[in-house]
């Protein structure tokens, strides 16, 4: 199986935190409330379904998952 990479978009994301509720492994709040990717962004094996999962859960189409 690929790796898969997340990455939040500053411009779009607006801290509706559904990302940090469905997959807390992968994303973490700042001091505003807009979430950031964990580390370097690369998605443990295992949390697969959950990167897909927020991605499809954010209301502001702002994280981005890609396949390396
Ligand atoms: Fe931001 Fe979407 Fe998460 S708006 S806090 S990336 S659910």
Not at 23 to 38: I, Q, R, S, T
Request: hydrophobic share 35%; glycine share 8%; net charge negative.
């Amino acid at each position: 199986m690929s790796k898969l990479k997340i990455r939040v978009d500053q411009d779009k994301c607006q801290g509706h935190a559904r990302c940090k509720s469905l997959a807390p492994e992968l994303f973490e709040l700042d001091e505003y409330g807009n979430a950031h990717e964990v580390g370097d962004g690369s998605v443990p094996a295992g949390l697969e379904d959950k990167a897909w999962l927020a991605q499809t859960n954010c209301p502001e189409i702002a994280i981005e998952v890609t396949e390396e």
